[in-house]
């Protein structure tokens, strides 16, 4: 349920900006029109009691977001010329902070994704449980 308040949020903004890929799409269209068609998507997701058969539409999700990874970074290669710019590029990314108060200002989301990236099968195998889903929420929120 909250997967799917997230994609009618989502499609509600994309609806009420003026500058999104559906306006550009679809320019004349009215916002009443997004709004039908965010519901039409997501009210048959809605009735569903079993989502087992979607997991290959999850896999697609993957597929496709690896793709536009390979795209993007494919792209972003091209767009500078040659392999030698390309390359001039990538050296002059700073690979470390500019200082140590630079490093502490970001030190917050640093912390956060290794928490993320290490805790997160630990509380998946958890949340198996249902009974255990409280007790593990809490360690989960008091840990990051």
Known sequence: ARYLALIGSTLATMAALDSTLLHELLPNAPKQLFEEGAVALLLP????RDFRFLSFTSFLGIVSVGAACVTVLVD??????SMEATMSALSSLP?????LSAYF???GSVVFLFCVN??????EKNLANKSEWPATVQRAVSAT
């Open 45 to 48: 997701l809605c009735l569903l």
């Open 76 to 81: 972003g290669l091209h767009s500078q010329g």
């Open 95 to 99: 690979l470390w902070p500019q200082s």
């Open 105 to 107: 200002e970001s030190f």
């Open 118 to 123: 290490f805790l997160i099968f630990p509380i």
